[in-house]
């Protein structure tokens, strides 16, 4: 094992978990543009929501690389992609800057945003930050007390797509959240999958998920609940939307869901749950881009 003192891109880039990143991108994706049927958009306020999202969710990967490894909870037997710092790819204490540049980039993003939103903005981004730290870290990590499933459904979520809308009309939005509550569960679905595939190494090293202590059967019941509510809350659109029935078409996807789900089911090893991870992270993408199109026919 071998710690590069300068990392390459390439090892940032592994760092990063790129394919994690959907879940940061699609509710500010989704709040734009119900943003540009109510009201119009601002531009610059969206690439600045978008931007800080991106930072945030970078940040908070890397953070959890450098605190579960700090807490033990990484070993060499783990299945999931390869953590740089337990693979000693990169020194713990440069991860440790990598999120904090990251975190510190999204705080000045959030200042202009702040500019555009209030102290309501303030109170999102603090909070935001704070979760991406304790998520893993500090003396009550949440992730390790069964406590991830609801900040990762509200800020990866409802309150993402909402406050993206609202910095680019003023007002707070109903769409929105209806929308964001579809981006809120592809973000369960993905932390289910992932701790259903990690579960047992991480009952060994005492990280106390919710699958880790109800077991595989509420893991497949929990990834299952999410990924149909995902692809089917749009539904709700139809109905209250007006003149965005269209939108119901994405509701579709549920039959890419209910193939991930019949995996799920079937297979137990770790190995073979990886590959519903980058199902679920690819029917997001899908999701989202149908969404988009579908909302302003």
Known sequence: ??????????????????????????????GTVIALTEGGIRPFAGLAALFGAIFIQIGTNLANDYFDF????????????QRVTQAGLILPQTVRNGFLICFGLAFLLGIYLVYLGGWPIVTIGL???????????????????????????????PIACATTTYVQTGTWNDFAIIAGASAGFFSLALLSINNLRDYQEDRKVGKQTLIAIFGRGFG????????????LFPLILMFVAGGHSMVGIVSLTVFMALHAIRITHKHKEPKELLAVLKMTAKLQAIFTLIFLISWVL
Do not use: C
């Open 1 to 30: 094992m071998t710690t590069n003192t300068r990392p390459s891109l390439s090892l940032w880039i592994q760092a990063a978990r790129p394919w994690t990143l959907g879940v940061a991108i699609s509710p500010v994706l989704l």
């Open 70 to 81: 700090k807490k033990g909870a990484d070993s060499t037997s783990r299945i999931g992609p």
């Open 220 to 231: 497949v019941f929990e990834y299952s609940f999410s990924i149909l509510a995902a692809t």
């Open 127 to 157: 909070i935001s930050l704070v979760l991406g730290i304790i998520y893993t870290g500090g003396p009550f990590p949440l992730a390790y007390h069964g406590l991830a499933e609801l900040p990762a459904f509200l800020f990866f979520g």
